[in-house]
């Protein structure tokens, strides 16, 4: 049995430190936070309850399989339905869309309100199933660092299936050329913010994305998205997993780079491996600045960040659903905006998420929580205030337009993000949403290991590493550096 001490209590954290609780060793987790999730927070106000970070689950199989492994029934921790709706898009010349759980639906959906051809949308659809599980064999549920991953059978069908991936295209480009409604391909286009990267920039690869909710689905957990950490915080203190809140760790010790323990607010710890779950940058610059520096890695553009404003609304509209979309006119320059300007432009696309659609207390009576986030630059000392009260005023200006409300006077509940708080609430650098974006090759494939020699005894999980940021690719990140740790502990 060893002792290993854990940096952050986040998704990866806890899905590190369940299965090495189950593994049998002896597990200790600080976080500078009073409660477990890091992003998957909560806010409350004036009757209402948001979840303040992620509003999408996918791959609910991944929380699943934490309890399976401990021997326990996920359904006495928590439980979730699959949504039979996945979003609804809204443009600004009246266009609308509704896209449903069923693939085949959602097809005939785009071809008859987009004018595509059903079979083909069918069909890639179909496609990017069978490429995300291509990749998923090869880059999400391995570590790249190892050899095994190279040299496997798996491998050699990846090998030979890498002109169908689309690693030297860009996604609007490959989205452009295979549909003919520019509304088809913007729609497309946006799944690459789900890991914070600019569409006409990002790899063709990342068009896997949308497999999840389109193929996979759309999940709601009882109770809210809060309800996943709290459920497996549970888990990891039954099976003995100490849990240290409010204890931000100011130093991670080591001795011939290899990783000895951790200096806190509160105290010195010594351990036989740690695993580190804060943000790559903070941790390299903070907590490991005795060390080397991963230099490429921590110079990379960060992805995008968000505004986040939480209205609690006294009345309800029903032509919204769980997840709503409207759509920029101009979403090029949005995302030149983001990633080339670090600024934000006038007509930002919104998504609107109601929980309280699903979960009716999430509201009072006949209201509405609306959850209405927009993509912006990651915090780079940009001027917050103004442009927040810019968002402000065109995101009212460009909902009550769609929606012919004048949205303002039902908002009796406010509570904002933005990079600054989000960065300060998380340490994720700049308050970036996913670590490094993956606007190029090396920085989407080539992210932060699971395990470097360069420091040992040191594991690495969470969303600025390999495999990637959101819910399931930070579980996957868990499960990696546990296979790795198992492997060389
Ligand atoms: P984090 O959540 O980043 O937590 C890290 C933890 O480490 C924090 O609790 C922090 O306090 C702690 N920490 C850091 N440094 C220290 C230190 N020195 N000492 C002690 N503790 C420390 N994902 C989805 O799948 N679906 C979505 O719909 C979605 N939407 C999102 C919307 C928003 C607004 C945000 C913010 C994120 C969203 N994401 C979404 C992304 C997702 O939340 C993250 O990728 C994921 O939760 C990151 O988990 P993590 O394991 O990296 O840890």
Known sequence: MSKIGIVGSGMGSLGFAIRSAVAGH?????????YPG????????????????????????????????????PRDYFSYERLPEICRYFWEDGTRLQTNAAPAETAAAIASELGESEENVARF???????????SDLFLDNSLHSLSTWTGRKALKG????????LFNTMHRSHAKRFTNPKTVQLFDRYATYNGSDPYQTPATLSIIPHLEYNLGAFFPKGGIISIPRALHRLAEELGVDFHFNEKVSRITTENHTATGLETEKGNYTFDYIACNADIRPSYTKLLAQEPQPKKLLTQPKSSSGI????????????????????????????KAIFEDNTINDDPTIYLHISSKVEKSDAPAGG?????????????????????AKMRKNVIEKLSRNLGVDIEQHIVAEDLLDPRSIEARTSSAGGALYGNASNNRFAAFL????????????????GSVHPGGGIPLCLSSAKIAAKLFAENA
């Open 26 to 34: 002896q597990v200790s987790v600080f976080d500078a936070n009073s």
């Open 125 to 135: 659809l179909r496609e990017i199933g069978e490429n995300y599980h291509i990749i």
């Open 447 to 462: 992210r932060h290991p699971n395990y470097r020699k360069a420091i040992k005894n040191l594991y690495w999980v969470g």
């Open 308 to 335: 986040i404003f939480y209205w609690g609304m006294n009345r309800s509209f029903d032509e919204l659903g769980v997840h709503n979309i409207f759509f920029s006119d101009d979403y090029q320059g949005e995302f």
């Open 159 to 166: 090998y030979l299936n890498i002109p169908r991936l689309g």
């Open 368 to 388: 509405e929580n609306w959850f209405i986030l927009m993509n912006v630059p990651a915090n780079e000392g940009q001027d917050w205030d103004a442009l927040v």
């Open 38 to 73: 890091g992003k998957l927070a909560q806010i409350e106000t004036n009757g209402f309850r948001f979840d303040a970070g992620p509003s999408l689950f996918t791959m609910p199989h991944l929380v699943d399989e934490l309890f399976t492994l401990a021997g326990k029934n």
